[in-house]
């Protein structure tokens, strides 16, 4: 004879905003925790994350940045998720301990699909854990395909032996910024037809989290040859800004993209910043054989996951990365 139970409803999609911040990070910790203890990594515990991160990607997301309440108005699930003109992903997201296999995940990332399709995007992906062979499935019966891995790489920041032929957005002033901002977006749709960076670029500014580094094209026409977007601020609660991310890269050839790289690593260095991190797309093989070449060490591995009918297009020369996490 089954027991009645009381019907445990999720609801949503609600607005998250920064008022949920600390919801937001308490569940993020607790399912990501309990993520990594049931793949076998009993010791590790997932620390908050920085609350300018979480005011950035709420920002960033807009409309896309959703949560689900529970019967006593507690954040039960979340999906974050973000559109770059063409390009539409999905993360953070989870679904508290207590609530998963109940339906929850499901109804998240649908949510998210939707909105993001009537937002007129034309990728739609997100990343997940490799090993975690249940989240691959589970997307998978949602009509996500695998692609290719993002592998999180490190090398030490590098002072540079001369004066390094790169500008930085942060320092420019308002006229010079919006004319930068226009050759960074002609230098991404040429690679990305549709793509657009300008509102991270925006927001990462005017919330202090990094800066921008730009390399101009030698032939003196004013236009870029490659250009990075670049956090600064520390990812965890109580952490120390030791690491710069890369978030988002653009490079019209392999020339361009090995300068950048080194531009990156001297600007850090100037800034006494320790180490550069950089996610790297591995569908870009050489790119990711000159990281190798040149010191950078793998450190992290997620799967690129994107709907079926949604695809992403690699351009057909140089390099773009769009890192799809926070």
Request: hydrophobic letters at 45%; one cysteine or more; aromatic letters at 8%.
């Amino acid at each position: 004879m089954r027991m009645w139970q009381p019907e445990r409803a999720a609801r949503g999609p609600l607005a998250a905003t920064e008022r949920d911040i600390p919801g937001l990070n308490r569940l993020f910790a607790d399912a990501f925790t309990d993520r990594y203890r049931r793949d076998g990594l009993v010791g590790v515990r997932v620390p908050f994350l920085h609350a300018a991160i979480w005011r950035y990607a709420i920002a960033d997301a807009g409309a896309g940045a959703m949560l689900w309440r529970d019967e006593q108005d507690r954040i039960v699930a979340f999906n974050i998720a973000h559109r770059s003109g063409a390009e539409g992903w999905m993360g953070p997201l989870a679904v508290r301990p207590d609530r998963q296999l109940a339906g929850v995940g499901k109804e998240i990332v649908l949510s998210a699909v939707e909105w993001l399709r009537t937002q007129g995007a034309t990728v739609i992906g997100l990343e997940t854990m490799p090993r975690t062979m249940d989240n691959v499935g589970f997307y998978s019966h949602l009509g996500f395909l695998p692609g290719h891995l993002t592998l999180t790489l490190t090398r030490d920041a590098q002072r540079p032996l001369g004066k390094a032929p790169y500008e930085v957005l942060g320092g420019m002033d308002a006229a010079a910024r919006v004319a930068r901002l226009e050759r960074i977006r002609a230098l991404v749709g040429s690679l990305a037809p549709g793509y657009d960076f300008t509102r991270e670029i925006e927001l990462t500014l005017a919330m202090s989290l990094g800066n921008v580094i730009t390399l101009p094209r030698e032939d003196g026409s004013g236009a870029l040859a490659a250009f990075a977007l670049c956090h600064s601020a520390p990812l965890a609660e109580g952490g120390t800004r030791d690491e710069l991310r890369v978030l988002k890269v653009a490079a019209a050839d392999a020339g361009a993209f090995a300068a950048l790289l080194e531009a990156v690593g001297a600007w850090a260095a100037t800034q006494g910043i320790r180490r550069v991190a950089v996610r790297c797309q591995t569908a870009y093989q050489d790119a990711y054989a000159w990281l190798v070449r040149n010191g950078f060490r793998v450190r992290w591995s997620d799967l690129r996951m994107t709907l079926a009918d949604h695809p992403e297009v690699r351009p057909d020369q140089g390099v773009l990365w769009s890192n799809w996490e926070i």
